[in-house]
């Protein structure tokens, strides 16, 4: 399909009022699934974690995971909502080939959380008070592979289904309306996307893995003409799986939309799809706001009842809010906004903070992180939470630095080796022969021996040119491979000079 007619993005921003709406599914880490006790697993063998009650056969009876609710109250409770003390589920009945039950169990006008809000500040400065509706528990439906073809069902030979994510324990979180963002909308939907992930990340309820699909985001946006009270038709961009897309495509419906309006034309209330490939969103499907799901209360299950001191105790165990965190670490190591967003944006803070907490400075960790550690994972193809190296590794070397036993290039080799598995960084050291060599016989000979090789340096040293012992310095690397101690070298120059 083609890329449909575009408006200029300020343009658009000029003409329309943007209002966005996200919900943002969290897909919780219980170790067992919402209803039943298969395991709540990423990446086993297709339909192995599956019961009769995930895939819905007649008679099979759910029961709620208690850990579930009590992940869902501490979003909840998160997000500033106020929670339900009196919920039950719903079912939402619809026919398709992932949902064996022919209806997904969910909930309706019982959401356990409601009417929350959470402050996301965007780049600007700005801070949006955005305004949650509420938080539901739901489950996870299976997953379809549309094999042949371009992965699509449309051209695929056939499709494989695989159940073993259907009655995965789903959060979905669901906004107002937001209103006034303009030209910053695309910029604040993913920032909300972020903060809602890093939210359920600090509180361990997800894996909160966007590219596993822990966390993704339908973006609902509709334009109107600046002025005009009733809401803009909107469409909703489904399952949104990173943080770019998300600010891509709403970005591009803002202009797509535009586009429509200004010709004159009407916008089809559809859900779309975002293409992060080729940068574009089509048509899914035709979508009412009365879709008949024909939601009724779930007569198999007993309403979810947290008790107030339940829903206290878990308050009192929620960790500290990400945005405050930031704001308390930034200070506390001295960043500037740049520095601190890099690693922000990079999504390193908690790797710095804990290393930090291990005594290197925050200026050190940042470095290694954001550097040389984030070039290899780039390079690999690689997260970085993927690769086997540590907070521990990194103070290692940082000790071994100020210990003068590596220089920056050797320690840049240990870490590789630490990363391509070859053990601790002691160990890689110790195997590749790594240590700095400040023993002064190896040191004296190979100064020695540059000096006889270069003696007109010499002389220029001893007419007052210190600054000429660099060249000797140089010489003295490259025969030991890098692994002298500048320091010592240096000094040892200076006293040959005199002599
Ligand atoms: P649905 O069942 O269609 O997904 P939800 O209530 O779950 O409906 O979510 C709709 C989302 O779209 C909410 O975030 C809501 O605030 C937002 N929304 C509703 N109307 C509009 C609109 N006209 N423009 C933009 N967003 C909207
Ligand atoms: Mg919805
Ligand atoms: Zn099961």
């Given at each position: 399909m083609a890329k449909a007619e575009l408006m200029d993005f300020d343009e658009a921003i000029e003409k329309y009022e943007v209002v966005i709406g996200l919900e943002v599914h969290v897909e919780l880490n219980t170790n067992t699934k919402m209803f039943c006790g298969c395991a709540n697993e990423f990446g086993e063998q297709p339909n192995t974690n599956v019961c009769p009650v995930c895939l819905g056969l007649p008679g099979a009876l759910p029961v709620v995971n208690g850990k579930a609710v009590e992940y869902s109250i501490a979003i909840g409770l998160a997000l500033n909502c106020s929670i339900a003390g009196d919920g039950r589920f719903a079912r939402k009945n619809y026919f398709y080939p992932d949902l064996s039950k022919n209806f997904q169990t969910s909930q309706y006008d019982e959401p356990i959380a409601y009417e929350g809000q959470l402050e996301v500040p965007v780049a600007s400065g700005k801070v949006y008070n955005v305004a949650i509706e509420r938080a539901h528990m739901e489950e996870d439906a299976g997953k379809l592979s549309h094999v042949g073809?371009?992965?699509?069902?449309?051209?695929?030979e056939y499709s494989l289904v695989d159940f073993n994510r259907a009655g995965v324990p789903l959060v979905e979180i669901v906004t107002k309306p937001i209103f006034?963002?303009?030209?910053?909308a695309p910029e604040l939907a993913s920032a909300y996307v972020r903060q809602i992930r890093e939210i359920v990340k600090a509180m361990d309820v997800s894996d909160a893995r966007m590219e596993r699909g822990n966390v993704r985001c339908d973006a609902n946006v509709s334009l109107r003409p600046k002025g005009q009270q009733r809401l803009g038709t909107r469409t909703e961009t489904k399952n949104v799986n990173s943080l770019r897309s998300v600010e891509n495509a709403v970005r591009y419906e803002i202009q797509r939309q535009a586009a429509i309006l200004a010709a004159g034309d009407e916008i089809t209330q559809e859900t779309r799809h975002w293409h992060?490939?080729?940068k574009y969103t089509s048509a899914g499907r035709p979508k009412s706001d009365a879709d008949d799901y024909r939601y009724f209360p779930e007569p198999d299950l007993v309403p979810v009842q947290p008790t107030e001191e339940l829903i206290e105790e878990i308050r009192t165990r929620l960790p500290e809010n990400p945005a405050s965190r930031r704001a308390r670490l930034q200070q506390e190591w001295s960043l500037s906004d740049n520095e601190f967003r890099d690693i922000v944006n990079s999504d390193l803070l908690d790797e710095v903070d804990s290393t930090v907490s291990l005594g290197v400075s925050a200026q050190s960790a940042k470095k290694w992180w954001t550097g040389e550690i984030a070039r290899i994972a780039n390079l690999e193809g690689k997260e970085i939470t993927e690769l086997s190296v540590t907070p521990e590794d990194v103070a290692e070397i940082e000790k071994m630095i100020s210990a003068g036993k590596l220089n920056d290039r050797l320690a840049r080799e240990a870490l590789s080796g630490v990363i391509a598995g070859e053990g601790s960084v002691a160990e890689v050291v110790s195997a590749r022969g790594l240590e700095v060599v400040s023993d002064d016989g190896a040191l004296t000979a190979a100064v020695d021996k540059a000096l006889a090789e270069q003696p007109d340096v010499l002389e220029k040293i001893r007419a007052g040119k210190e600054q000429a012992a660099g060249a000797i310095i140089g010489s003295v690397m490259k025969e030991m491979r890098g692994q002298a101690d500048a320091g010592r070298v240096r000094e040892l120059i200076l006293e040959r000079a005199k002599s």
């Open positions: 073809g371009v992965g699509r069902i449309q051209g695929a006034d963002s303009g030209a910053e992060e490939d080729k």
